[in-house]
């Protein structure tokens, strides 16, 4: 990855670690800030470089089901 696409990466990670979802932030919006036109391969440069996806540090990953219901 070259030096201008890792800042950018960088400073789309802080935006998303001081992002609210309940003020209508959002990764798809965040990256295309960042000059990430696709937010599913923003994903994974993302997920590459901090090990976790954006939309875990955003808070807006739906809950997990745990274990199976009957």
């Known amino acids: 990855m070259g030096y201008a696409k890792r800042v ?3 400073r789309a990670h802080r935006e998303l670690q001081a992002a609210d979802p309940a003020r209508g932030d959002t990764v798809a919006a965040i990256a295309a800030r960042w000059a990430f036109a696709e937010s599913d391969r923003f994903a994974v440069l993302y997920g ?3 090990g976790t996806l954006p939309s875990h ?3 807006t990953d739906p809950p ?3 274990g ?3």
């Open 48 to 50: 590459d470089a901090y």
């Open 64 to 66: 997990q089901r745990q």
């Open 8 to 10: 950018r990466l960088e």
């Open 57 to 59: 540090i955003l808070g």
């Open 68 to 70: 199976r219901t009957r």
